[in-house]
Nanobody, 118 residues
Framework: VQLQASGGGSVQDGESLRLSCTAS???????MGWFRQAPGKEREFVAY??????KYADSVRDRFTISRDVAKNAVYLRMNSLKAEDTAVYYC???????????????WGQGTEVTVSS
C-alpha cells in the first residue's frame, strides 16, 4: 500500500477532524492532494500541497488546512467547522502536477469516511 488514509469518523456539525495520509513513497517527489466523494456524487477536489503551492476548493477554503510532515512522510487535512455537506469518503492522492483534476493523480489511498451530523 503506497498511500494510507486515516482519521475519519462521525462528528457533529461545527466540530473538527484531522485526516492523515501516510505514504510509502517520498512525498517530496509528488504533489499531494485530498479528494472526497459523497454518496451519489462524483469525486471532487478538496486541496493539494507541493513545494511551491497549495490550493483549496472554494467550499473548504478558510475551514480546511492541508499540511505535510516531510520527516514523517505524511500529509494531513485539518478540517474545522465541519458541515453536513462535508460528509464523504476522503481520499489522499499523489500526482506529478499541480492540479485539481483527479486524473492528474497517479496514486490513491483507500479512503477514510467522514460523517457530519447536523
Amino acid at each position: 500500500v503506497q498511500l494510507q488514509a486515516s482519521g475519519g469518523g462521525s462528528v457533529q456539525d461545527g466540530e473538527s477532524l484531522r485526516l492523515s495520509c501516510t505514504a510509502s513513497v517520498r512525498i517530496t517527489n509528488y504533489v499531494m492532494g485530498w479528494f472526497r466523494q459523497a454518496p451519489g456524487k462524483e469525486r471532487e477536489f478538496v486541496a493539494y500541497i507541493g513545494w511551491s503551492s497549495e490550493k483549496y476548493a472554494d467550499s473548504v477554503r478558510d475551514r480546511f488546512t492541508i499540511s505535510r510532515d516531510v520527516a514523517k512522510n505524511a500529509v494531513y487535512l485539518r478540517m474545522n467547522s465541519l458541515k453536513a455537506e462535508d460528509t464523504a469518503v476522503y481520499y489522499c492522492a499523489a500526482g506529478r502536477r499541480y492540479s485539481s483534476g483527479s486524473s492528474s493523480y497517479d496514486l490513491w489511498g483507500q479512503g477514510t469516511e467522514v460523517t457530519v451530523s447536523s
